[in-house]
């Protein structure tokens, strides 16, 4: 368990951090979070902060998304084989948005 917690200038607070391997669906409808992960992230973030117990917020969302990782946890950069021109910087990770500019420059 990783847990995260990114307060808003509005008032918001996202909390996440419970990671776990899991293959990607078809449909984007089936991506929903794991209920058991969920309460620990509530119980953690009223832990966090007295602000965050359940019943003292208002729960705006419980959501679930995937990020791009590959098997060693090192991203892939460089030219396609057998596609001259065509290159592809993933697998960053959470780290995507902060690496991103540096591997552009590199290009």
């Known amino acids: 368990m990783d847990p995260e917690v990114y307060p808003r200038p509005t008032g918001e607070v996202y909390i996440c951090g419970m990671s776990r ?6 449909d984007p409808e089936q991506i929903v979070g794991d209920p058991e992960s969920i309460e620990v992230l509530k ?5 966090v902060s007295s602000h965050l117990r359940e019943g003292e917020v ?33 697998g ?3 780290w995507g948005l902060l690496n991103g500019d540096g591997v552009d420059k590199e290009f």
């Open 21 to 26: 391997d899991a293959e990607v669906p078809d």
């Open 43 to 47: 119980r953690v973030a009223g832990n």
């Open 58 to 90: 208002n729960l705006k969302a419980e959501q679930a998304c995937f990020l791009p990782c590959t098997d060693d946890n090192r991203p892939v950069i460089g030219e396609l084989p057998n596609v001259k021109g065509c290159y592809v910087a993933t």
């Open 92 to 94: 960053h990770s959470c």
